[in-house]
């Protein structure tokens, strides 16, 4: 089995089980754009490579790889999409017609309702860093990909080439000092590649391979593109959890988002990139990318 990873940004297990009815939008539309379309290409492409005919892809949120998978895999080929989430699933569903037939059901990585052997490649763009057991997710991958099949998934790089994550959680600990959010600390937790190698070896996969790729945007509308990273991941909900004042906290105010401001250069720095890896077992192979992105803006 080959697999491939690339690193990325998320939430907790239960934002990503259970949504608001807007936020799949808001992440589909707003932040993918900036955060998964390039990585989306980047992983798609390289599973199109060996032409698969069986192709599962496992945390695939509102289709932004599905999509481009759709497009590049073969027209003989067959692709299952799942994700944990309802609403995200339906917003990846309504972007294939029915005569692409392209399948979308609720599953769990940890816990795979298909059968051994059934797949040439299973994809994961940004999802393995949220799995509460990442070594049953690994086990899973592998024993649903027939022999010779490929892995292939994507996490975040460090928070040190995504200083977006830390600026976001920065300014969020303003307004909860004594416990702030760290949502935007546990997609770029993930990134170490040895012991991301090691559990890819238990597992039974080998020839891992690894790169990294870099990716720097533009964000034109620094005010609307805040919104989204409130309202369209897990941000909100951890406000709102921590909403009775606290000691040392404050409430929001209207000169807070001069502080992100700043941050953002309209030529951002080197270092955004992800770092791709592939492992091998005996028959079958796992190629691992660990990928690493920062936005940039106007």
Known sequence: ????????????????????????????????????????????RRAAAAAPLHVLEIAAG??????????????AAH??????????????????????????QIADATALPFQDGGYDAVVCRFGVMFFPDKKKAYQEAYR????????????????????????????????????????????????????????????GFTDVKISVVGVQKTIADIAAFSQSLV?????????????????GGRRPRRGDAARVRPQFHAHPPPGNRIRDAAAVAGPRAAVLAVAAAVCASS
């Not at 995200?88 to 017609?97: N, Q």
């Not at 995504?162 to 546990?186: K, Y």
């Not at 309202?231 to 000691?247: I, T």
């Open 79 to 104: 692709l299952v999409v799942t994700d944990l989430n309802p609403a995200m699933l339906d917003v990846a569903r309504g972007k294939f017609g029915p005569e692409e037939g392209v399948a979308c």
């Open 1 to 44: 089995m080959v697999g491939e990873q690339i690193t990325g940004a998320g939430g907790t297990q239960e934002f990503w089980t259970q949504t608001s009815a807007n936020m799949p939008t808001l992440y589909d539309q707003e932040l993918g754009p900036v955060f998964f379309v390039d990585f989306a290409d980047d992983i798609a």
């Open 144 to 203: 649903v990909l027939a022999a010779g099949g490929r892995y292939l998934f994507s996490v975040w790089d460090s928070i040190d080439h995504n200083p977006l994550n830390r600026l976001v959680t920065d300014v969020a600990a303003g307004f909860c000092p004594a416990d702030p959010p760290r949502i935007f600390q546990v997609p770029v937790a993930y990134h170490r590649i040895d012991p991301i190698r090691d559990l890819l070896d238990t597992v």
């Open 62 to 75: 509102t289709g932004i790889v599905s999509r481009r998978l759709c497009d590049l895999l073969p027209a």
């Open 231 to 247: 309202y369209g991941g897990p941000l909100l909900g951890e406000l709102r959890a921590r909403r009775r004042p606290r000691p």
